[in-house]
């Protein structure tokens, strides 16, 4: 399994407004330069972020993004599954959509369950409220 780089933008992005001070705000141009992301990528970026209610947008010449929750309230699952939908570490996990022939009968879905919801409370730990401190 393997991070998309749109989600891995996202987690940069989310990083980086957790560091701007209360009251201000950041802008597309500032995070790009300061997360080496393509700003386009980023707009789109932070525009599936402020849907799920991770930012909030401010239009204008001064507008830009803050967070729409402290940083310790908002964890690596918000951000990667605003951007790329409930995680799923293997078919048999996403319920009715299970096409395998041995559905009702696999010895590895308790596996599969187990290892899923293991990966899920792992990043719902850790909250962007532990990884404030400005990069060097």
């Known amino acids: 399994m393997q991070l998309s780089r749109k989600a891995d933008y996202a987690l940069r992005a989310v990083?980086?407004?957790?560091?701007?001070?209360?009251g201000k705000l950041g802008s597309i141009n500032s995070i790009a330069a300061a997360e080496s992301i393509p700003r386009e990528?980023?707009?789109k970026i932070l525009k599936d972020l402020t849907r799920a209610g991770i930012l909030?947008?401010?239009?204008?010449?001064t507008g830009g993004y803050r967070l729409a929750?402290?940083?310790?309230?908002?964890s690596f699952l918000d951000v990667i599954e605003a951007?790329?939908?409930p995680i799923h570490i293997n078919l048999c996990t996403?319920?009715?959509?299970?096409s395998c022939d041995q559905v009702n009968n696999c010895p590895m879905h308790t596996f599969w369950v187990t290892q899923e919801k293991s990966f899920?409370?792992?990043l719902s730990k850790h909250s962007f409220g532990r990884y404030r401190r400005a990069t060097k």
């Open 15 to 22: 990083r980086h407004l957790s560091i701007i001070p209360k």
């Open 41 to 43: 990528f980023l707009a």
């Open 56 to 61: 909030v947008s401010f239009q204008g010449v």
């Open 69 to 74: 929750r402290t940083p310790r309230e908002i």
């Open 83 to 85: 951007i790329e939908g």
């Open 94 to 98: 996403e319920g009715n959509s299970c």
């Open 120 to 122: 899920k409370r792992s």
